[in-house]
């Protein structure tokens, strides 16, 4: 059962270029989204998230849009940078404290120079 | 910059034999949790954990499993009679009230 879904399992951009890596859910219940970053060997590190009573957020070269209506959620990075090359989560939950998260498969990014 | 902290970062155990995986949850931190991926697939919702007790668990959380928080700083997980298909990387996360999640950089374990 994929509540959340990533479907491309890979992107390669050129350095400078736009990445936008995207995600879907299916649950009406999810109202709190986030993605995470990860390199082999680590855990996940949170990048940015968003409620579900906004349909954008920005944080430097970061910004995730949300729309509700199509259940679908995007993480735009520009410029990519070489040091973005990692896989990407797209994860999900609702605001209330100790909730869980549902990740999708993940994507990696390579970003060529 | 506070981070959760999990030792080992690898394990290597015969199958059937028990297995503890520990975590240091950032200090002020109410919520825990138990994240695993297995190798190629998603991370995976394992066990959520709050005032001594668990919150919330999913299927995968049976009987072979447990948690404990033994004291003030460590938040552990138990894996009985281990089996080859327990090998993933097991997370463990902390939030604090407001829902903010940092993970550990994780423990591998390898059940062979």
């Known amino acids: 059962d994929q509540q959340v879904k990533q479907n491309s399992p890979s992107l390669s951009v050129q350095e400078g270029r736009i990445s936008i890596l995207n995600c879907d859910y299916t649950n009406s219940m999810f109202d709190y989204f986030l993605w995470y970053k990860k390199y082999p060997a680590e855990g996940p590190t949170f990048l940015i998230s968003?409620?579900?009573?906004?349909d954008k957020n920005e944080d430097g070269r970061f910004t995730v849009f949300l729309n509700k209506s199509a259940k679908h959620l995007s993480l735009h990075i520009v410029p990519s940078q070489p040091g973005d090359s990692a896989v990407y989560f797209c994860a999900a939950g609702d605001t209330g404290a100790n909730s869980k998260l549902t990740f999708g498969k993940g994507i990696t990014l390579s970003v060529r120079p | 910059e506070p981070e959760v902290t999990q030792t080992p970062s690898h394990q290597v155990t015969q199958m059937g034999q028990e297995v503890i995986l520990r975590c240091v949850p950032i200090?002020?931190?109410?919520?825990f949790y138990w994240y695993r991926q297995i190798l190629g697939q998603k991370v995976e919702f394992l066990v959520s954990f709050y005032n001594n007790e668990i919150s919330e668990k999913s299927e995968i959380f049976d009987d072979q499993f447990s948690v404990e928080r033994p004291d003030g700083s460590n938040f552990t997980l138990k894996i009985r009679s281990t089996k080859l298909e327990d090998s993933a990387m097991y997370f463990c996360?902390?939030?604090?009230?407001?829902?903010?999640?940092?993970f550990g950089s994780g423990t591998r374990l390898t059940v062979v």
């Open positions: 996360a902390s939030s604090d009230h407001r829902g903010g999640y940092t």
């Open positions: 968003i409620s579900s009573i906004k």
């Open positions: 200090s002020n931190h109410l919520y």
